[in-house]
C-alpha cells in the first residue's frame, strides 16, 4: 500500500514521510504538472488537482495525496493565502516583513497579536474510488526578523503557538506545555515541527477518517 503525494514540494514529501512512517504506510512522490484553478478556498484547488492526476495514477489500487497549504496574515486580510507560493516566489519572506515593519509593539503581547498569523493545510487522499477531505490550522505570529536553519517556504519566519497538554494552541502569550519559545519553524527540527505542524495535523486528521490502518 503507498501514498503518492502529488507535489512539486520536497519539504512536504518530507513531512509526510515522517508522519506515515509511524504507520508503515510508504509515501513517493508524484510528479504531475496540474493547473491550480483561481480560487479562495484551499479546498476547491486541491479537489481539482485530484481530480486532473487521477487518470494518471500508476496503479489504481494505491492512494493518491494533494495537500494545499497557505500562511494567512491577519493584519494583512489574510494575505498571501491561497497566492502563498506565488507571493514566496516573488516577494519572499523578506517581502512579508517587510510589509509587517509597521507592525511592532514593545509589549509582547499586544506585539504578537498585531503579527498574528496562522498556516491552514488541506489535504484529500483518494482511495478505492472515495475522497476524504481533512483540514489543519497552526496559529502563530510572524518573527521580526528570520531565522537560519532547517525548514523550507516560510518557517524561517513563523513562530507557532505554544501548545497546551492537550496538544490545544494557546492564545499569544500564552506559555504552553510545548513551546518553542519564540524560535521559527526555521530554526526548530522536523520531528519538534511536526507537533505544532498544521500539515501534520491535516495528515492525522485524514487518517482517522479514513480507516486505512484497518
Ligand atoms: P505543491 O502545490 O506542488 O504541493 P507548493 O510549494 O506550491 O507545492 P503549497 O501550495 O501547499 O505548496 O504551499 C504554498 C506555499 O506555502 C509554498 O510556497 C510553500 O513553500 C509554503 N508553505 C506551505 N507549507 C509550509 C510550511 O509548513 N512551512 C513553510 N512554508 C510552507
Redesign the pocket.
Known amino acids: 500500500m503507498t501514498i503518492w503525494f ?4 520536497q ?2 514529501v518530507d ?1 509526510a514521510r515522517e508522519h506515515f512512517s509511524k504507520f508503515g504506510i510508504p509515501v513517493r512522490q508524484f510528479e504531475f504538472e496540474a493547473s ?1 484553478p483561481q480560487s479562495k478556498d484551499l479546498e476547491i484547488v486541491a479537489l481539482s488537482k485530484i481530480e486532473q492526476a487521477l487518470p494518471h495514477l500508476p496503479n489504481e489500487k494505491d492512494m493518491l495525496l ?6 494567512f496574515v491577519s493584519a494583512l486580510n489574510d494575505f498571501p493565502g491561497v497566492y ?2 506565488y507571493v ?2 516573488t516577494l519572499g519572506t523578506h517581502g512579508i516583513l517587510k510589509l509587517m515593519e509597521h507592525l511592532h509593539s514593545e509589549d509582547p503581547i499586544r506585539d504578537g497579536n498585531l503579527r498574528k498569523a496562522e ?1 491552514r ?1 488541506v489535504a484529500v487522499l483518494y482511495k478505492d474510488g472515495q475522497t476524504i477531505v481533512a483540514e489543519g490550522v497552526c496559529p502563530g505570529r510572524i518573527a521580526h526578523k528570520p531565522t537560519e536553519g532547517e ?5 524561517p519566519i ?1 513562530i507557532p503557538s505554544d501548545l497546551d497538554e492537550l496538544g490545544n494552541a494557546l492564545p499569544v502569550g500564552e506559555i504552553g506545555v510545548k513551546s518553542t519559545h519564540g524560535t521559527p ?1 526555521g530554526g526548530i527540527s522536523l520531528e519538534e ?1 511536526q507537533l505544532f ?3 501534520r495535523r491535516a495528515l492525522s486528521s485524514l487518517l482517522e477518517h479514513f480507516d486505512i490502518l484497518g
Not at 66 to 71: P, T
Not at 151 to 155: L, R, V
Open positions: 502529488m507535489t512539486t514540494n519539504g512536504k513531512e491550480e494533494v495537500e494545499d497549504a497557505g500562511l502563498s507560493s514566496l516566489e498556516f493545510a525548514g523550507f517556504g516560510f518557517d513563523f519553524f515541527k505542524s498544521h500539515r
